[in-house]
């Protein structure tokens, strides 16, 4: 496997050339008409940071994987609120602070954050139909929190994780957009797999995989309905060699498309 510096310097000089425009998309010719239209790019934000992860190497993977797969896409990566479990970021404290975006990418970690007031703030502007996209840790985040929205928003409710492994992956929903042209047996890269108390109403689960532990299978990849709002979720994403494999991030740029209505 080729080593983290020397992926981490390909990322940077590939970053640094790539201008705030992206080039991103997918193979199927419809699918690939319906993302490219004049003016028709997607102005993403990727909302970044807190603890366990690198996170600086994940969002140039997202985006590079964008421009493997060939959809325009503008792109914003908000990355504040440090290494720790407990933060609020200056960013969502203007009102209208989704507004300008098409789609959003959580892939933060904040476990310890729980002022309400300040979980509302994020959720109620995907209720109001933001699309987004929750990755890994983002299922963690605000867990010690007592109120349920951002869980409710995610679609998932988990609190732990087992320990890392190449878990397999069974697709549950073979016919849904987001899993066309998902391998038929797909292993994870080295990564936890999170343990899933809820299954939120309005989820629909799209693949799963089982606990080593115990054998009971868990959401891996799903979609939710909150509110006017499309959410595509995967609890994969812990280690760089995760976004390293391209089954992985190829459904996560199709997610993305499918939140935001590219993709049907």
Known sequence: ???????????????????????????????????????????????????????????????????????????????????????????????????????????????ATTNPDYIRQITKAHHAGVPAVVIHCAMHTYRDAEIDDWREFLGVTSRRHDHQSHYPIKVVAEDHPVMREYPAAHVSAMDELYIIEKVWPNTTVLATSKSERDGKSHPVIWTNQYGDARVYGTTYGHSNETFQDEVFLANLVRGMLWAAGRVE
């Open 1 to 111: 496997m080729t080593s983290h510096s020397t992926l981490s310097r390909r990322f940077a000089a590939t970053f640094l050339l790539a201008s705030a425009v992206l080039v991103s998309g997918f193979a199927s010719a419809d699918d690939t008409s319906k993302a490219e239209s004049d003016d028709d790019s997607l102005s993403v934000l990727i909302i970044t940071s807190g603890c366990c992860h690198d996170y600086d190497f994940q969002a140039k993977a997202i985006q590079m994987a964008a421009t493997k797969a060939g959809v325009e896409a503008k792109w914003t990566v908000v990355n504040d609120g440090g290494k720790g479990t407990q933060a609020e970021i200056d960013f969502y404290g203007d009102e209208d602070w989704a507004k300008p975006f098409d789609v959003v990418i959580h892939n933060e970690c904040f476990a």
